[in-house]
């Protein structure tokens, strides 16, 4: 009782508030001074803030219109509780025990303004978003001509990107994985399918998100304004990995863009021995190559000091100093150990659908559903021990009843059964690098 009474007699309260505002002082000016402060800025490269096409911003702009909408209903409600704690607080001993003051209702003028505020509110909101929904539902009418048609079809935990107008003969519609090539400048008309459970495609600079649902006819459009190297994400918890399930978006001027889908059109790439590359452009590298890595970390550059649509274009060319030896171990080596039953080298080997088609995967910035560089160490790191990128990964476990991929050990630990020496890794790297 004694506690009670100084607790609410007024030194201690006047103490205990000018203690908390101290703790308060403190904690605002950590906050500022321990954060990232790129959190600010908010122009990472995932950044909805920092749109780089139509569709992203017409919804980075109902974004602001409910933002400052409620900013306001904010400020008046809270200037009105400010000014009624001060104006009406207890000033001495006698206003802590005083009756409440009279009160009143009923008052038509205020209940009519106040229903009338919040119906304008909901029109200022409303208005916007009907638009906003129209517009982002599918290339407008005008563009339609021009506009441009992919399939991203969904997979635990990767994409595949198809291109139902590129037509390759004897084979079908040109196929690539986790890095979708777009046109810049021009609407694009993206179907969205997924084979296994809902996924959902996200690009934040561009446009997004819509699920991509098995069974399920789902598109959405987006454009990007000029070329550039965009980052995406599949934006529905999906299982073990979802949170690595990225990929990227290239734009490419027209040109570029009919040579990239030219290249790609093309078969594996062979190396001769002998035969010296026809460039000598070294191998892009985002970051500098770490050794220090922990389970899951993202394996990826944050630092932006090289332009990525530029490290992309490099990777276009082969790599310097190619060795035809390896080159040929790392293919024979791709065959034996079975990478063929799931993935499709087109014009060398394997014909698998249940993994990304790698007919190219050397002129890729990213491995691994864009979660890893796609440099020498990344991708041997990834495949010897892909478990420890991307959790529940079919590279590891197999896909569904396909026996033998792992072993279940007496403690209920998982093993492996398809090992990968760093010898035989560092020849599926070479030979996979060579793949642009
Ligand atoms: Cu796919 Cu989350």
Not at 106 to 124: D, H, K, M
Not at 200 to 216: E, H, Q, T, Y
Not at 280 to 305: C, H, I, L, M
Request: proline share 5%; hydrophobic share 40%.
């Amino acid at each position: 009782m004694r506690l009670f009474t100084f607790f609410t007699t007024s030194p201690a309260r006047s103490l205990l508030a000018r203690w908390s505002r101290v703790a308060l002082a403190l904690g605002s000016a950590l906050l500022v001074a321990g954060c990232d402060l790129n959190f600010w800025r908010m122009d990472g490269p995932q950044s909805t803030i920092n749109t780089a096409g139509p569709v992203a911003k017409n919804q980075l702009e109902i974004f602001y219109v409910t933002v400052w909408v409620t900013f306001v209903i904010f400020l008046l409600v809270a200037g009105v509780l400010a000014y009624a704690m001060l104006k009406f607080r207890a000033r001495s001993e006698a206003d802590e025990h005083a009756e409440p003051p009279a009160q009143s209702h009923g008052n038509p003028l205020i209940e009519l303004g106040l229903i009338g505020a919040s119906v304008l509110a909901l029109v200022i909101i409303a208005v916007p978003t009907l638009k906003g929904i129209w517009f982002t539902h599918d290339v407008p009418e005008a563009e339609k001509e021009n506009a441009y048609t992919v399939n991203a079809v969904g997979y635990q935990w990767w994409f595949r990107f198809e291109y139902p107008n590129e037509q390759i003969e004897n084979v079908g519609q040109l196929v690539t994985s986790n890095e979708l090539v777009i046109p810049a400048g021009r609407p694009v008309h993206v179907n969205l399918r997924a084979m296994d459970v809902i996924h959902s495609f996200w690009v934040p600079r561009l446009a997004g998100k819509v699920d991509m649902i098995p069974n399920r006819a789902n598109f959405l459009w987006m454009k990007a304004d000029e070329p550039g190297y965009f980052w995406g994400q599949c934006a529905e918890f999906c299982g073990d990995s979802h949170a690595v399930m990225r990929f990227r978006v290239i734009a490419l001027g027209p040109k570029e863009f009919n040579e990239w889908l030219e290249e790609q059109s093309s078969p594996a790439r062979t190396v001769v021995s002998g035969e010296t590359a026809d460039a000598n452009k070294a191998t892009a590298q985002f970051a500098s190559v770490r050794t220090d890595w922990k389970r899951n970390e993202p394996g990826y550059t944050t630092k932006y000091d090289l332009d990525p649509l530029n490290a992309w274009r490099e990777k276009q060319f082969p790599d310097k100093g190619e060795d035809a030896a390896q080159i040929a171990q790392g293919r024979k080596i791709f065959k034996e150990k079975n990478c063929v039953t799931c993935h499709t080298i087109r014009g060398h080997d394997g014909i698998g659908t249940n993994a990304p088609d790698l007919t190219h995967v050397g002129s890729r910035t990213t491995i691994a559903a864009g979660l890893l560089e796609n440099d020498a160490a990344q991708l041997a790191r990834w495949i010897m021990h892909p478990e420890e990128v991307k959790p529940g990964n079919k590279m590891y476990h197999g896909i569904g009843a396909m026996r033998g991929y792992v072993t279940r050990e007496a403690d209920g630990k998982v093993v492996t059964n398809i090992t990968v020496s760093p010898q035989e890794a560092q020849a599926l790297v070479a030979y996979l690098h060579s793949l642009k």
